[in-house]
């Protein structure tokens, strides 16, 4: 059974930073299967950042030059980095990941909750 646990979330002032990390079990995933979206209470949920098959870091506009994906294929893990946190990030965070070659992700972690306070 695929599992995918996110760490990391919490309560930061804006400017600040914290970094997400998210574990897969159960799968082995490629280094560029995993990726993270975000929901925002009374939004849908959108991408924020992932690789691409060809191994190119993807980001959403809004996190562009703020936020860093990395990942850890030895240990099946991959991390957000977030910078200069705006209240508008604020939202529950989503690990996912992606069977080989697909282009949707199958597999979805259980969120957790990044605050910003203006």
């Known amino acids: 059974q695929v599992q995918l646990v996110e760490s990391g979330g919490g309560l930061v002032q804006a400017g600040g930073s914290l970094r997400l990390s998210c574990a897969a079990s159960g799968r082995t995933f490629s280094s560029n299967s995993m990726g993270w979206f975000r929901q925002a209470p009374g939004k849908e949920r959108e991408f924020v950042a992932a690789?691409?098959?060809?191994?190119?870091?993807n980001y959403a506009d809004s996190v562009k030059g703020r936020f860093t994906i990395f990942r850890d294929n030895a240990k099946n893990l991959t991390s957000l980095q977030m910078n200069n946190l705006k209240p508008e990030d604020t939202a529950v965070y989503y690990c996912a990941a992606r069977r080989m070659w697909a282009a949707n992700y199958d597999y979805w972690g259980p969120g957790t909750q990044v605050t910003v306070s203006s």
């Open positions: 690789f691409t098959w060809s191994g190119m870091a």
